[in-house]
Each structure stands twice: as C-alpha cells, then as structure tokens.
C-alpha cells in the first residue's frame, strides 16, 4: 500500500508562472517530510524538507506547505524556470526509512 | 569522487542469473541505503545499513535478495535467480547519521534488465 502519493503524474506551466505539486500521506507517524528533484539518468537530489511541527518552509523559489490535520503537503517553486523541468518526489519519515511517492514531472515551458 | 558512485550503470542479464550491484558511497558517511525503482513506481525502500548495526532488511521483496556492506563503506546488492520482474533501476543512497532525517545523498542508479 502506497503510503505516500502523488496524483499528478505530469505537470506543465508556463515559465515565470507557479508551478505547485502535491503530495498526500496516510501515515500519521511521519513527522518529516522532504522533496527530491530527479534528472534524466541522475540519482535524486534533495530540495527541501519540512519538520511536522512547521506549516511552512521557505528556500529562495521554493517553499513547502505542510497541512497535518489533512496530511498534505506541496511544494511551490516561483517563478518556474526551464531548468526546473524534472521529476519531483514527495518522501516522508517517521523512522529509519523514507517512503517516496511516484513522483510527478514537471515540464516549465519557455 | 565527491558523489555517490554506483556500477555498473546498465545491466542485462538473463532470468535466472545472478547479479551483483556495487555502491560506493560517500566517504565518512555511516548511513547506506538501497531503494529500486520500477517504472511507474516510487522509490521503493530496500535495505538500510547504519554504522556496524544490524542491517534494517525490511524493505527486501524476497529471499533472493541480500546485501551486504563491507568495513562499513561499499555495499553490494545482490539479486539470485534474477526474474522479469526485478527489471527496475536500483538507487543507492548515504547520508550522515542514523535515520532518514538526514539527507541522503543518491547515486546515479544501476539499471537492471532482466530478459
């Protein structure tokens, strides 16, 4: 069973506009939240991450919301730029382990 | 090198073959993971190695499936009698410290085909 998901496969926005993933969680013990972009033939590469005890996390274009009550995070990256087209996945951790979502690839248009 | 380095980077081999998947990961740090990807999935979880403890298995799909970690630094992900379905690029990751609050750093994957 799929403990973290990402419903949106595929994204596409216009550069300069906002681009904003989604992620969805069923696991209440997880209290740590990140986000991975991942390249054509490259390992992902963390991008940002969230403790359960904020609601918010902000780094230059990309900030991630996190709402616990609906076990939902997402992360928005304004302005889109073309090198942001990549696969972004949604993992969280409540221990040891890190589950990841399916991921959604986000295509900025120039 | 500074990264993450796995190999090798493609693989093709036969149902019912073994297979050996090499990672390196970086130096000094205690913590080693091993995640596949299959397509159309996430990163499913493996195995974790932290420091000389005992290996965190739980992620393993079946017996055919071990791995080990050798002077706490390079590990091997071994796959016996290989099936279609292992077909799935294996990600190797190392990151300071116990626990997935700290962030893993990944290697460019081993893409595994089995035919």
């Known amino acids: 069973d799929q403990q973290v998901k990402q419903n949106s496969p595929s994204l596409s926005v216009q550069e300069g506009r906002i681009s904003i993933l989604n992620c969805d969680y069923t696991?209440?013990?997880?209290?740590?939240f990140l986000w991975y972009k991942k390249y054509p033939a490259e390992g992902p590469t963390f991008l940002i991450s969230?403790?359960?005890?904020?609601d918010k996390n902000e780094d230059g274009r990309f900030t991630v919301f996190l709402n616990k009550s609906a076990k939902h995070l997402s992360l928005h990256i304004v302005p889109s730029q073309p090198g942001d087209s990549a696969v972004y996945f949604c993992?969280?951790?409540?221990?040891?382990?890190?589950?990841f979502g399916t991921g959604t690839r986000l295509t900025v248009i120039p | 090198g500074a990264g993450v380095s796995q190999s090798p980077s493609n693989k093709v081999t036969e149902k019912g073959k073994d297979v050996e998947l090499r990672c390196d990961p970086i130096?000094?740090?205690?913590?080693l993971y091993w995640y596949r990807q299959s397509l159309g999935q996430g990163l499913e979880f493996l195995i974790y190695?932290?420091?000389?403890?005992?290996p965190d298995k739980s992620g393993l799909p079946s017996d055919r499936f071990s791995a080990e970690r050798t002077g706490g630094s390079v590990s091997t992900l071994t796959i016996q009698r290989t099936q279609q379905e292992d077909s799935a690029v294996y990600l190797c990751?190392?990151?300071w410290g116990q626990g997935s609050y700290n962030e893993q750093f990944f290697g460019p994957g081993t893409r595994l085909t089995v035919l």
């Open positions: 990751a190392s990151s």
């Open positions: 696991n209440s013990m997880f209290d740590y």
């Open positions: 969230i403790s359960s005890i904020k």
């Open positions: 993992a969280a951790t409540g221990a040891n382990n890190l589950f």
């Open positions: 130096s000094g740090h205690t913590a």
């Open positions: 190695f932290q420091g000389n403890s005992a």
